[in-house]
């Protein structure tokens, strides 16, 4: 079972915060940066803390070239209004936005299938309605969430014979998916519901993986890899396109 701490480490390259995990089954020190800007050193127990300090510190300028260069590309995505007109991704296609005044008492939202239209309430006060419409809308993902990614893992519980004991859809910042091990629970992201569906599916069988295999060595590969062969096209996809299209 994989322990995890937070720490910082000031470098010749600057100060880096990062989530250490440590794991009996695992042998070698690896890091990875992700989309959103988390640093993770995973590394055996047996490793004294000195000598994870030590490779940390020759990778310190790889490591903040890969910070760096992830903080351009959030930064130069364009922040989404929500307004009339302005478009949100849902299970990978983009789709417009519209709103109208209504003469109902509640705001209300309804997707066809080619647009959203958001009805507000009668006499919404302007500086509101951007709220409003956030709320309505965020509503609307998690709904379809609870229903499409309950279904996706019903579905692959059963191709594969990994069932969980409890699924729960949150909100994450950092992370798709969660699996305890130990508990035989699986979390995931509600903003999954943005990305295709075969990107979808790959955090799934990722995630029910974990529950027979509990870190990412070789062997959980290869589980991944039975359920789904091209599951590394879709990895690279999550790496490359997440942070365009969710909603902060």
């Not at 959103?36 to 510190?57: S, T």
């Not at 020759?58 to 995505?77: C, F, Q």
């Not at 903003?191 to 060595?217: G, K, T, W």
Request: contains cysteine.
């Amino acid at each position: 079972m994989a322990t995890e701490r937070v720490r910082t480490l000031d470098t010749k390259a600057g100060v880096i915060e990062y989530t250490l995990s440590r794991s009996s089954r695992r042998r070698t020190i690896g890091i990875s940066v992700s989309d959103r800007l988390q640093v993770r050193v995973a590394a055996p127990r047996f490793v004294l803390l000195k000598d994870i300090h030590n490779f940390i510190f020759e990778k310190a300028d790889w490591i903040i070239n890969a910070l760096n260069d992830m903080r351009h590309r959030h930064g130069s995505l364009p922040q989404r209004a929500f307004r009339a007109g302005a478009t949100f991704f849902f299970l990978g296609t983009e789709y417009p936005l519209c709103v109208q005044p209504g003469d109902q008492k509640r705001s209300e939202i309804h997707f066809d299938g080619r647009q959203w239209r958001v009805l507000l309430s009668a006499g919404t006060p302007g500086p509101l309605q951007a709220e409003i419409i956030k709320q309505q809308l965020m509503k609307w993902y998690r709904r379809e969430a609870e229903e499409i990614l309950g279904s996706r893992v019903f579905h692959f519980s059963r191709l594969t014979g990994l069932t969980p004991e409890k699924i729960a859809v949150r909100t994450h910042r950092r992370i798709w998916g969660n699996c305890y091990y130990r508990t035989r629970a699986i979390h995931l992201n509600w903003q999954l519901v943005f990305f295709p569906p075969a990107v979808i599916d790959y955090v799934i069988v990722h995630e029910l993986s974990h529950l027979e295999v509990p870190n990412h060595s070789r062997k959980f590969w290869e589980r991944v890899e039975r359920v789904l062969p091209d599951y590394q096209q879709h990895r690279q996809w999550l790496k490359i396109n997440a942070a365009r299209m969710v909603v902060s």
